[in-house]
């Protein structure tokens, strides 16, 4: 029996993974899995117990008693932490300021990606979004892809996904955040071996779907 089919698709914050991805998704009839979605729902459980997140061995410590539960269907992706639905609070500003410091600690990647790795084969087939799928996740994926888009293109989306917010400032925001994803000892953001780049930058989401679909009949 072949293994299921696992399309991993890894970027920077701002590049348009998530829709990109449920896209994928919903056209090849898989399930989904927003990994970003469960960094955020841990952080947002430490920011409601108020764990110092600067302090790594206590963000280490409260995170082993954190229960995420993700929901996979493309078309309807939930997130809940301990039983709460944060989808919506782990969109706060908050959450988006503070995630890089919970994403950063070896010990949250070690339990996550383990919920990953079990969703992962539980699927009969499935498209994962991150910074570390291909590369750590799941380097044995039959597709893996990297999408990019330039930085103002990136800050563009982000700010009308946060409502119209400052374009500068968002681009701004974006650049620290990846100097930490790309920079962190654990699981840093990169391509990985094998990944096809995809820039979106000058595409419509329907136009890098249909990209990334096409890499997968092909492959």
């Known amino acids: 029996m072949s293994n299921p089919l696992v399309v991993a698709i890894d970027g920077p914050s701002g590049s348009g993974k998530s829709s990109t991805s449920r896209g994928v998704a919903d056209r090849l009839r898989l399930a989904y899995l927003d990994t970003g979605a469960m960094y955020r729902a841990m952080t947002w459980a430490l920011l409601q117990q108020g764990v110092d997140l600067a302090d790594a061995d206590a963000v280490a410590t409260a995170s082993e008693k954190v229960v995420l539960t993700s929901g996979t269907d493309p078309l309807d992706p939930t997130i809940h932490a301990d039983d709460v639905d944060v989808a919506e609070p782990i969109r706060s500003d ?12 070896p010990r949250v990647r ?20 991150g910074r570390d799928i291909g590369s750590v996740v799941a380097p044995d994926a039959q597709v893996k892809i990297y999408l990019v888009a330039d930085p103002a293109a990136r ?4 700010a009308a996904e946060n ?12 650049a620290v955040r990846d100097q930490i994803d790309s920079t962190r000892s654990a699981s840093p953001l990169v391509r990985s071996e094998g990944a096809v780049v995809v820039d979106g930058t000058h595409l419509t989401l329907d136009e890098v779907i249909e ?9």
């Open 94 to 105: 908050e959450v988006t300021g503070a995630v890089s410091l919970v994403a950063a600690v």
């Open 163 to 174: 409502g119209g917010a400052d374009a500068a400032a968002t681009e701004a925001a974006l």
């Open 211 to 219: 990209t990334i679909v096409g890499i997968v009949e092909r492959s």
């Open 110 to 129: 070690e339990l996550l990606v383990d919920l990953q790795r079990q969703a992962i084969a539980a699927s009969d087939g499935i498209v994962v979004e």
């Open 155 to 158: 800050a563009a989306r982000r």
